[in-house]
């Protein structure tokens, strides 16, 4: 009997191992993408499901590994995208980790009057990136300071090298303002982040630029913070939220 009791426990004690959470979202995706990198699993708000991120996208997979969702999940009741809701929340902690050596900053110029800060995914050669940038005293005016990102896409050919010659000028926020007016930055090489946030921006499920996030990590959209007063409103209205809860 003693035999059989301590059977019984390895073969529970394997099938605990067996069944967490990345475990199970491991032998879900197997069949379909055995080499895909899983970033994190962890609960969902859906219940009977995991909410993993798997190459930079989020996935959802019942807890007996039989379904997996791909797409947003929706809180109906309550009006509310559960899906991009983690994803801000993801956003912003690996926002945390890029120090300002990553970033060029654009801010008031006075600190105490920077009311809110976002943080842009941008690309030099990018049309809506120019014309966002044009805007950057109107921003800074509205007490709304800029950290910007590089992100050169792959379909502007020669942009990385554009993104690492006006890092390595002399003066970089000069640089970067004569670039998006459509100046030739040099060919000026250093160390750079630019290779690094450009992964980041992948990890992060970022595709398009300019890409706006707001201090909690959320895509703000474009039509809203392609305007000043729009982007200052709306960044008002999340603080005015968020303080009260």
Not at 22 to 32: D, S
Not at 174 to 187: N, Q, Y
Not at 210 to 238: C, F, N, V, W
């Amino acid at each position: 009997m003693h035999r059989l009791l301590v059977l019984i426990g390895v073969l529970f004690a394997g099938s605990v191992v067996a069944a967490t959470p990345e475990e199970v979202v491991r032998q879900a995706l197997g069949p379909i993408a055995p080499q895909v990198k899983i970033d994190a699993v962890q609960e969902s708000p859906v219940p009977g499901f995991y909410e993993a991120i798997v190459g930079g996208e989020f996935v959802y997979v019942s807890k007996d590994g039989r379904y997996m969702l791909s797409g947003s999940a929706f809180d109906v009741a309550n009006k509310r995208d559960l899906t991009q809701q983690s994803r801000a929340k993801v956003r912003k902690a690996a926002l945390a980790k890029v120090g300002p050596d990553k970033r060029i900053v654009f801010a008031p110029k006075a600190p105490a009057k920077t009311l809110h800060t976002v943080t842009v995914f941008t690309d030099i050669d990018c049309p809506f990136c120019r014309r966002f940038h044009q805007q950057i005293a109107q921003y800074n005016a509205k007490g709304i300071a800029v950290d910007y990102l590089f992100y050169p896409l792959s379909i502007h050919p020669g942009a990385d090298k554009k993104a690492a010659a006006v890092w390595c000028a002399k003066d970089r926020v000069a640089a970067f303002t004569e670039a998006m007016a459509g100046k030739d930055p040099g060919t000026a090489t250093c160390a750079n982040p630019v290779a690094e946030t450009a992964m980041l921006a992948q990890t992060l499920g970022i595709a398009a630029t300019p890409t706006i996030l707001g201090p909690d990590g959320a895509q703000i959209p474009g039509q809203i913070a392609m305007s000043p007063d729009m982007l200052a409103a709306e960044l008002d209205r999340q603080a005015g939220a968020a303080a009260a809860k």
